[in-house]
């Protein structure tokens, strides 16, 4: 590993450190995906003291619990840490960077042994993405082991590809971060999503909490009785209520981040690396939705844009 060394003002202005990251998994149990503060070092430990010995890691973590405690002592000491938590029952998942210089740096992903297969790993690889993007690398390099199908999948749907193989054992893959900055600049309207899924200002949390974890969204706007938006209630929002029986306005994001349909898709990039947001309402000028944009339909626009563009004869 390097020497270089993360610029911790930087670090303190990327989006995951301003507002934790949450989400509902497979299972629908709501996940917090943020930074690693000292509080929670050693459920940080306990995660990994509790792996059984095996090759999930390319033969780490060691198999000592005094090692293991070193181990993950280093990480925390080197790396730039974050966890998924869980409420009932702490840390389950932790990802981390490792600088290598300062273009390049290794990624690192573990999860809690019955937390596997729900979406934990999906979401801490994205975060790790954003983050190294935010810090400026340039490339996220890593190495799984062969056999870890479900670890190689992961990796690939997120921008990962494979550049090499380390004997039979181990495969090294490389994500350019590069394409982050090379995504198409668009009018909003072309990569909006046009059937906006809302809620009235007097549904109550828990008929919030149910309608996203049916549609699987991430935000939902909040309408009044002219379906103005008068608010955005958030997978985040909800795990901050006091209450599932509170009406969503009281609780949802009053002073709501809004775009027209004419502003362009390299302003929304920037709204969701510096807000840490997911979904942007589009409103008309009486403040009515008309679409709502997500990370989701930009990435997919631009997966659509650089398809086109290395396919040849186009």
Known sequence: MGAFRIDLSQLAQTAIHRKPYAFIDKRGTAIAIKPLHEDRC???VQMYL??????????????RAEERVRWVDRMIRDGVNLIAFCFDSGVIGHGALFPMDAQTCELLI???EHRRNVGIGTQLTRALLQLAHELDFERIWLNVDRSNRI???VYAKNGFRCVARDGHDEIEMVADLTH???LA????DEVMTTDVISIPETATCREALALIVRERIGAL???????????????TDLLDAGSLDLLAKDVATKQVVSVRRDCRSSKIVRLFQSRKMRCIPVLDDEG????????????????RDLLAAETPGR
């Open 221 to 235: 706007p909040v309408l009044d009785t002219g379906r103005r938006v008068v608010g955005i209630l958030s997978e």
């Open 42 to 44: 050693d459920q940080l």
């Open 151 to 153: 670890a190689q999948h």
């Open 180 to 182: 982050f900055s090379r």
């Open 110 to 112: 573990a999860l809690d």
């Open 50 to 63: 509790a792996f059984q010995a095996r090759d999930q890691f390319s033969g780490l973590p060691p198999i």
């Open 288 to 303: 009515r939705p008309v679409g709502i944009v997500g990370r989701r339909d930009i990435l997919a626009r631009y997966a």
């Open 185 to 188: 600049d668009v009018a909003v």
